[in-house]
């Protein structure tokens, strides 16, 4: 099994900037993937940026250009860096695992609010 931790969400003015991380324990080596993805009151769960064990990444098209996501190996951490956020980033963002057997790994979720 992995589990994930994310920290790092809170409260930010339109225009500032947060760091999520997420550090992953368990089993993983089992990891194939990881990602962040976010969900807001009402909207569906989106993915906002992806990154393979190879240090291939993705993004969403909102986001391209203002958030960076990298991972550290010897931490087994995954960071999310967001720049010059907008109101519409507010929401809960969650750290994901894409495992080797197919199953999927879920954090509990960290809130991003930014005003306006």
């Known amino acids: 099994q992995v589990q994930l931790v994310e920290s790092g969400g809170g409260l930010v003015q339109g225009g500032g900037s947060l760091r999520l991380s997420c550090a992953a324990s368990?089993?993983?080596?089992?990891?194939?993937?990881m990602g962040w993805y976010r969900q807001a009151p009402g909207q569906q769960r989106e993915l906002v940026a992806g990154?393979?064990?190879?240090?291939?990444?993705n993004y969403a098209d909102s986001v391209k250009g203002r958030f960076t996501i990298s991972r550290d190996n010897a931490k087994n951490t995954v960071y999310l860096q967001m720049h010059n956020l907008k109101p519409e980033d507010t929401a809960v963002y969650y750290c994901?695992?894409?495992?080797?057997?197919?199953?999927?790994?879920w954090g509990q979720g960290t809130q991003v609010t930014v005003s306006s």
């Open positions: 994901n695992a894409d495992i080797l057997s197919g199953a999927q790994a």
């Open positions: 368990g089993n993983r080596f089992s990891i194939v993937a």
């Open positions: 990154i393979t064990s190879t240090g291939r990444t």
